[in-house]
């Protein structure tokens, strides 16, 4: 009896320290400007190549991160479930100037978060693979992600383009992904339009000013590639729900992104530092 009665005693000095560390971190929180918390979450972020948009309150890729030097295969959407990462694939192939080029668009759930991306790459005859665009050949592209209603937008020049909306949970299906892409002329748009064409895009899909081309993008219908796997692919995202849930549940005290990432950091650092690791988008990953 005296053995369960001190057991008791010191669950409820643990419970009241844990309630009173928690309630200084919140109002920590709170007192920190957003200067301070966006060195606190860039510092962790930054090592995977994203860093944290205030504006829109979710993570993006890095103006030139360090996955530019690997470029892209079929490997890394074939092996995307085992990095917990579900997701719809749609690359576009297409020939302009003696170059042959992969513009590929991702939508779906990456470990715990929602997110699109948009990959402009250019098969190295030399290397016989897929390398990344460099800077004189990156293109102004963009894209607005919707589940049921608008969740971001993305537009700048660039060679990849990402968002990602932590804690929010999303089957692929669900997701409808705008993207557009604005070409430097008249020649190699075409050519992209034509790679449409080949991929089952109709003409009444696919709109067209001046040199911009923009169409939706709900469902692949040109990409099989990762369409297996359905199984291991249910589970991760059983997953990856219950991932999102422990997530919104222990920093419920916020709304927005940035400040429960913050309260994560300050209040459980360990933990904090594990879901970057595990969660943050990293399919090309070396």
Not at 73 to 97: R, V
Not at 141 to 155: A, E, P, T, Y
Not at 213 to 226: A, D, E
């Amino acid at each position: 009896m005296i053995y369960f009665s001190f057991i008791f005693f010191l669950i409820v000095i643990i419970y009241f320290f844990h309630l009173r560390r928690k309630k200084c971190t919140i109002k920590k929180v709170k007192c920190m400007n957003e200067e301070e918390k966006l060195h606190k979450v860039n510092k962790v972020l930054s090592p995977f190549g994203f860093e944290f948009d205030l504006e829109q309150d979710i993570v993006i890729s890095k103006n030139n991160p360090w996955q530019r030097n690997i470029g892209y295969s079929d490997f890394f959407d074939l092996k995307s479930p085992l990095f917990n990462i579900i997701m719809d694939c749609e690359p576009i192939y297409f020939e302009y100037n003696q170059k042959k080029y992969r513009l590929e668009f991702w939508k779906g759930q990456y470990g715990i978060t929602t997110g699109a991306e948009i990959g402009l790459y250019i098969f190295d005859e030399k290397h016989q693979k897929y390398r990344s665009a460099n800077d004189n050949e990156r293109l102004k592209m963009g894209f607005i992600l919707f589940k049921n209603c608008f969740l971001f937008s993305r537009f700048k020049l660039s060679w990849w383009l990402t968002g990602f909306d932590v804690g929010l949970f999303s089957r692929p299906k669900d997701l409808k992904l705008r993207a557009c892409v604005v070409f430097p002329n008249t020649e190699m748009q075409i050519a992209f339009v034509e790679g449409l064409l080949r991929a089952g895009y109709t003409k009444n899909k696919i709109d067209i000013c001046d040199k911009r081309v923009c169409f939706n993008i709900c469902k692949p219908l040109n990409y099989k590639l990762n369409s297996g796997h359905k199984i291991l692919k249910f589970f991760i995202q059983i997953i990856n729900y219950i991932n999102c849930s422990i997530y919104n549940f222990i920093t419920r005290y916020f709304n927005r992104t940035i400040d429960k990432l913050t309260y994560l950091s300050l209040m459980a650092p360990f933990l904090y530092k594990c879901m970057i690791h595990l969660n943050i988008p990293r399919k090309k990953h070396k």
